[in-house]
């Protein structure tokens, strides 16, 4: 099947008109060819996972606690040496121009203005280094807030080399996605026919890497043969600090320590590869307890309100990432529908830590967060 053609240039939403991240969402369906909405929103087999991620953070209530607030709150945190204005980052998702013909450019603006971190994904449409360049362009007197994900590759070579060139484009982190052996089965995929970009279309980070089709999909090799001897051996070819996404296990997360990581990203790759696998949130606690403060746990997948990032910075993590809504935000409106995306969490995490009478994210404590029932949507 052909692919579908890049999506048009939307016109963007006024701000005020768009009072939240699932809105975003909304907007962005009516506006993509439903084979990229269905890629963007979709998981593997029956989804359970995809769902299990926001009916988790539903499962949660906040218990507040009054009259020590104050009317300044300190939404600001430092991840691995890299300043961000909120303790939110922008986790890796592929393929941005099929959401906007600026595609990564665009979110890389956006998450520049907003002072938060991007992480670049190696399935990006648009290379590293012109992500930084688009960063440095928004705002000059700032270097970029970056990360770079990386799949390792058995080949160490192309491992070596994906990583020179995260380096290069001054990229601060790796964040190092381990839980694809194999990809996920994605039936909406299967069922779209959705099996290759559009023409004029490759993953920009993969040119000139390996193989005969430049910037390919396929040059991304998975293999179910990789072991902790490839990350020690991903250690030794660079300083950048490596913090392991996909790590679900606590069993594997005191191994990771153990291994020498400089930080966990709690992530079921947002329900996009083992499904039935746990809600991250509900995983958190126990990751937190493996590697008993070792190292800073960081956690994504279903997190759609300020109060999820609350309930979960109040359990333990150091900070969350948001994947979708990014996608939608840029779908919608480009460059200032990815800024309003973070600028909607921005206010309503600073409204819920008023209301639980925080001054910032270190004054949350897991005595806030109650299991409730869930109240259906």
């Not at 440095?136 to 007197?141: C, G, K, S």
């Not at 999820?308 to 359990?315: F, G, H």
Request: net charge negative.
């Amino acid at each position: 099947m052909t692919a579908p053609a890049l999506p048009r240039l939307p016109e963007a939403p006024a701000a005020h008109t768009v009072l939240n991240l699932r809105e975003y969402e909304t907007i962005a369906r009516g506006l993509l060819d439903p084979i990229f909405y269905d890629y963007v929103a979709g998981g593997a087999r029956d989804e359970v996972t995809v769902r299990a991620n926001e009916h988790g953070f539903a499962r949660l209530g906040l218990l507040p606690r009054m009259l020590r607030g104050s009317d300044t709150r300190d939404l600001g945190v430092t991840l691995f040496g890299t300043p961000s204005s909120l303790p939110v980052f922008l986790s890796p998702t592929a393929f941005h121009r099929l959401a906007h013909p600026d595609g990564e450019l665009a979110t890389a603006r956006a998450a520049a203005k907003a002072g938060v971190i991007m992480t670049v994904g190696m399935a990006s449409t648009t290379s590293v280094a012109d992500v930084a360049a688009a960063a440095r362009q928004a705002v000059p007197d700032r270097a970029p807030a970056l990360w770079f994900q990386l799949y390792l590759q058995p080949d160490m070579a192309v491992t070596r080399a994906l990583v020179r060139r995260a380096e290069a484009a001054g990229c601060t982190a790796l964040l190092v996605t381990v839980d694809s052996p194999v990809l996920g089965i994605h039936e909406r995929n299967k069922r779209n026919g959705f099996n290759d970009l559009p023409p004029g279309v490759v993953c920009e980070n993969l040119r000139d890497l390996t193989g005969s089709e430049p910037g390919h999909i396929r040059q991304i090799a998975m293999s179910a043969d990789l072991g902790w001897d490839h990350l020690d051996r991903l250690r030794e070819m660079t300083s950048l600090p490596v913090v392991l996404k996909g790590v679900l296990h606590p069993e594997d997360g005191r191994i990771a320590v153990a291994h020498g990581v400089d930080g966990l990203l709690l992530s079921n790759h947002g329900g996009r590869q083992l499904d039935t696998a746990p809600a991250t949130v509900d995983l958190l606690p126990d990751m937190l307890a493996a590697v008993a403060g070792r190292v800073p746990v960081l956690l994504d997948g279903g997190v759609r309100r300020g109060t999820d990032v609350v309930k979960a910075l109040a359990l333990g993590a150091t900070a969350v990432g948001i994947g979708r809504p990014v996608v939608y935000g840029l779908a919608a409106g480009g460059e200032d529908g990815v800024r309003h995306v973070v600028d909607l969490l921005r206010e309503e995490i600073d409204h819920t830590l008023a209301l639980c009478g925080a001054t910032a994210p270190r004054d949350l404590t897991p005595d806030l967060v109650r299991t409730v029932p869930a109240v259906p949507r």
